[in-house]
């Protein structure tokens, strides 16, 4: 097994971008994904699946996020252990990850499609949308495991060094994505339902591909079926690294619910403006989203190989390239925001309160071009719970009870409730400062070893 040495060798930039750029293409072409669906049903489709499309995808990002907490684990820890060059170790890793992503979706499957009608209610899903939301939730069930084998396999490819492979399977799944929302939404007349199935067999495509590439060309080292189990040392690994972020991203989104819940209630026009915003911000969130999976492998690659002040170099760096994508875009979106609404919706009363929504919502791309680069960096310290702390912190305490206010107040407009999002990330900036000054002082980040 050859560990990625770029990763520990070249220059940090060029590395960082080489790392990167795959991995914010294959993000790109997973927020094509939403896009489309997005795209399709505007304007083949009614309001109705548009909001109903909104509501589901959200409740699926709630789980797929938080079980992504766990695959960033893996990915951190076969980035130190790719590192070290720990042959035995990945394979424990790998063979770890085959049970434990295999057993928890299909556990979630089932108490989402016992419990769907429930969780519809529950999100105050305004009732011309109540069956479109309803059937996009029920198909996009069945395709969990497929999902979250797709971002495992993604996952453990970075980890080992290489963002390439998951850019062509994404690839893949996003150009059927494509072919299907089509011939379902527009030619069979399915909405919602037909949007979620486009999705649903895109990703069993993808993620069969990447199982017999995995079968014909190997991973590098030795991978044999008594490595398929539960390494208990390994799984307390990814469990250390992985727990808080799931945690947290579980936390975060159910936030996210909590305040499109609430908008909600203020009608259906108001329901599809939040998914047309929700689409366009998780574009402008690409890079850093990138950036912060290159981060995360890069450091941990460099944490695993003695260099320290190297990893805090990638971070500082993927910051910067971050930033350079995220202040325009919000920029943009202040001055020109009507232009990107008005091509996913041409409905009046949708494009004036999308606009008004990301006028302000579109700053948070900056608060997260840092912090995401900051939490990338302390996980692969293996200091993911602050990560943690501090968004939750400023999640419950600054942007759920900002929003919830201001949505309950009368003649408040969508301008106001996007203030929320950016000013919990401007919370999150500064304790992240703080605690990384704490640590620079304390002399921890000199000392950072795989052991930490």
């Not at 909001?51 to 996020?65: P, Y």
């Not at 069930?141 to 396999?153: D, K, P, S």
């Not at 494509?178 to 939404?185: C, D, E, G, R, Y």
């Amino acid at each position: 097994m050859e560990r990625n040495e770029s990763l520990v060798k070249a220059g940090v930039a060029g590395a960082l971008v080489r790392f990167a750029a795959p991995v914010m293409l294959a993000n790109i072409l997973q927020v094509i994904y939403f896009l489309t669906d997005l795209l399709i049903l505007g304007n083949f489709a009614t309001t109705a699946d548009v909001s109903g499309a909104t509501i589901g995808s959200q409740i699926m990002l709630f789980v797929t996020l938080g079980l992504n907490g766990l695959i960033i684990g893996l990915t951190v820890t076969l980035g130190q252990l790719s590192g070290s060059k720990n042959e035995k170790g990945l394979s424990a890793a790998i063979g770890t990850a085959i049970p434990l992503f295999s057993v928890i979706p299909i556990v979630i499957t089932i108490l989402l499609f016992i419990f769907n009608r429930q969780i519809i209610s529950l999100m105050r899903t305004p009732p011309e949308a109540v069956e479109a939301a309803s059937s996009f939730l029920r198909i996009s069930t069945f395709g969990l495991i497929f999902a979250v084998g797709f971002n495992v396999v993604g996952g453990m490819f970075r980890g080992l060094g290489n963002s390439k492979l998951p850019l062509l399977f994404m690839a893949i799944s996003s150009s059927l994505n494509i072919v299907l929302a089509l011939i379902f939404v527009r030619n069979l007349n399915m909405g919602a339902g037909g949007a979620a199935a486009a999705t649903v067999i895109a990703q069993a495509v993808s993620f069969l591909c990447a199982l017999l590439y995995i079968k014909r060309k190997g991973l590098g080292f030795s991978l044999s079926r008594a490595n398929i189990r539960i390494d208990k040392p390994v799984l307390a690994q990814i469990v250390r690294v992985g727990a808080p972020i799931s945690l947290q991203e579980i936390l975060v989104t159910f936030s996210f619910l909590l305040i499109t819940a609430a908008i909600n209630s203020m009608g259906v026009d108001a329901s599809a403006a939040v998914g047309v915003v929700e689409r366009l911000i998780m574009t402008f969130m690409m890079p850093p989203i990138a950036m912060s999976s290159a981060v995360a492998a890069m450091s941990s690659h460099n944490i695993g190989a003695g260099e320290p002040r190297r990893a805090e170099k990638c971070m500082w760096t993927g910051m910067l390239i971050s930033l350079a994508f995220a202040i325009p875009a919000a920029v943009f979106s202040w001055f020109g925001g009507s232009i990107l609404v008005s091509i996913f919706n041409n409905e009046p009363n949708v494009v004036h309160n999308a606009t008004l929504y990301l006028r302000t919502y579109a700053f948070d791309a900056i608060g997260v071009a840092v912090v995401f680069l900051f939490n990338a960096f302390f996980s692969s310290l293996n200091r993911s719970v602050f990560a943690m702390v501090h968004s939750l912190f400023t999640t419950f305490v600054i942007r759920v009870p900002i929003a919830l206010l201001l949505a309950r107040t009368p003649g408040i407009t969508l301008f106001s409730i996007g203030l929320a999002a950016p000013l919990a990330s401007l919370g999150s900036m500064i304790i992240c400062f703080v605690y990384f000054i704490y640590l620079k002082r304390k002399g921890t980040l000199v000392h950072m070893s795989t052991a930490t």
